[in-house]
């Protein structure tokens, strides 16, 4: 059965969905905000900093998942973050800025625990079959997403400002909480915390290390993202020094790359039914690898060829590996597993944010492209070949 075919999948997609849109819409304003109060890029900067830092909190999140019911944790999570978007009505100078880098920190803080509230929840309603098909669904709509929503976020934020905006994502989580309420699911009692807390804790990661496929799909993934957040600073350069542009036209090439993403999230059910979760996690990795070698040539047509080829890739990336780890994970320690995942992501990358903004003034370019290429057709060879020969036990359902 597809997981669409499940109403229950359906409506919390759908509430996921909502609660999605408003977090894009929200995110990038809330930046423009703090550059409209200040003047400052650097107060720009920061919100974004508030967002990613509870990253650092995804273990002890994922732990409290995996000791509280999923469906009304998430319920809960909504409604506190929903309610504390409304501080932002108070913002009304440079002098309230902290209340903005205070909501932009409970944004971050929440997506620690609704996360891997969702990834339980998917695993506990859909058989292990379906779920390549229920991430594919919910990384091509969120693909959508990123393209609609900053502009319509944007586009509130110019024409009726910051309050408009702030009613619009509390809507968007009132929906989800809607959604949520109106699945009928008999939950499981949680399992209470036994032994050392520290091994509980870690629990995720432990198992991520145990376990073959997992092992080495973690380890591909995070140097991979070691590297691909250097697309964040190069990505400007290939623009400016590469193509002659300004710096707006990021717009269209991110919609072009949206694009690929939103077509390869389509196909990304199909790539793991046939080569299995480890090797579509390889060839996204190819995909992506051939993508940053197209962004070295000064040519339109070459270069649009590149962010496609990247669009494509990475939904079969995260759907790969997503679905890898919710297959390989008892109902248990999903959470604490997802936030590992989250780690092996989200970590990586946002160390090689901050070293390309460092790099891309010292360093040409096409060298940081090139070390991208060779990282990523690297990691993607070996996660190939290493999946083929390693003896993979039959899943935990």
Not at 61 to 66: A, K, T
Not at 112 to 124: C, E, F, V
Request: some cysteine.
């Amino acid at each position: 059965m597809s997981a669409l075919a499940d109403p229950r999948f359906r409506r919390l997609l759908t509430g996921q969905s909502m609660s999605s849109f408003g977090d894009t819409a929200l995110y990038l304003s809330l930046g423009i905000w703090a550059k409209d109060l200040t003047g400052q890029n650097a107060a720009a900067g920061a919100v974004f900093l508030c967002l990613s830092l509870p990253v650092l909190f995804s273990p002890l999140s994922g732990h409290l998942v995996d000791r509280w019911r999923r469906r009304r944790t998430l319920i809960v999570v909504n409604l506190v973050t929903g309610v504390g978007v409304l501080a932002l009505l108070g913002v009304h100078s440079a002098a309230d800025l902290w209340i903005i880098y205070a909501v932009a920190f409970g944004y971050g803080l929440s997506f620690t625990l609704r996360r891997p509230a969702q990834a339980s929840l998917i695993k506990m309603i859909l058989p292990g079959d379906d779920l390549a098909g229920a991430n594919a669904a919910v990384r091509t709509i969120g693909e959508a997403i990123r393209l609609l929503s900053p502009l319509a976020g944007s586009a509130l934020y110019s024409a009726i400002g910051g309050r408009a905006l702030v009613g619009l994502t509390s809507v968007t989580f009132a929906v989800a909480i809607v959604m949520l309420l109106s699945i009928s699911l008999r939950e499981p009692r949680p399992i209470p915390a036994k032994g050392n807390t520290l091994r509980e804790i870690t629990a995720g990661a432990a198992h991520l290390a145990r376990t073959p496929l997992l092992a080495f799909t973690s380890v591909a993934v995070a140097v991979s993202f070691a590297v691909l957040g250097l697309l964040d600073s190069v990505d400007f350069a290939v623009i400016d020094e590469g193509l002659g542009r300004p710096a707006s036209f990021f717009g269209v090439l991110m919609a072009i790359q949206g694009a690929g993403g939103i077509c390869g999230g389509l196909l990304a059910t199909r790539l793991i039914q046939r080569y299995g979760e480890a090797r579509t996690v390889g060839v996204g990795l190819l995909s992506v690898a051939i993508g940053t070698a197209l962004l070295a040539a000064p040519n339109l047509p070459v270069v649009i060829g590149g962010f496609v080829s990247i669009g494509f890739g990475l939904p079969w990336l995260m759907v790969g590996y997503m679905t890898a780890w919710q297959r390989y994970a008892s109902q248990e320690i999903v959470g604490r597993v997802a936030a590992a995942a989250d780690l092996c992501t989200v970590g990586p990358q946002t160390v090689s944010i901050a070293l390309g903004v460092v790099l891309i003034s010292v360093v040409d370019y096409r060298v940081l492209l090139g070390v991208c290429f060779v990282v990523l057709t690297a990691c993607g060879v070996v996660l190939i070949r290493a999946a083929t020969r390693i003896a993979i036990k039959q899943p935990v359902e």
